[in-house]
């Protein structure tokens, strides 16, 4: 099974940046799709970004757009949020999961996803 193991979150003054990090081991094959999510108390979770270990496209919710960029090393079995401008209201547990076969239109289903790591807190104080 895949297991995903997520760090680099902290406290960041808003407008500051973070880069999390979300080291996968056991099978990562090419047909695995990679996610971001996020969830803050009191709120369900909610996808922040995706793509599929192989490349290609990414897809990003659209409160991230042009501020988060979703990277990879493939050398490192690593997957990366790049968090950039961040605002108060990016506060939240996030966490990296992964799924098999997942077709691109279903990314944003947390539902999809079968292996979730435990989660790293992000805060922006403003």
């Known amino acids: 099974q895949v297991q995903l193991v997520e760090s680099g979150g902290g406290l960041v003054q808003a407008g500051g940046s973070l880069t999390l990090s979300c080291a996968a081991s056991?099978?990562?094959?090419?047909?695995?799709?990679l996610g971001w999510f996020r969830q803050a108390p009191g709120k369900e979770r909610e996808f922040v970004a995706a793509r599929s270990w192989r490349g290609g496209s990414t897809d990003y919710a659209d409160f991230v757009k042009g501020r988060f960029t979703f990277s990879r090393d493939n050398a490192k079995s690593t997957v990366y949020l790049q968090m950039a401008s961040l605002k108060p209201e990016d506060t939240a547990v996030y966490y990296c999961?992964?799924?098999?076969?997942?077709?691109?239109?279903?990314?944003?289903?947390?539902?999809?996803?079968?292996?979730w790591g435990q989660g790293t807190q992000v805060t922006v104080s403003s």
């Open positions: 056991g099978p990562t094959f090419s047909f695995i799709t």
């Open positions: 999961a992964s799924g098999s076969f997942l077709a691109e239109g279903t990314w944003r289903d947390t539902r999809r996803y079968i292996y």
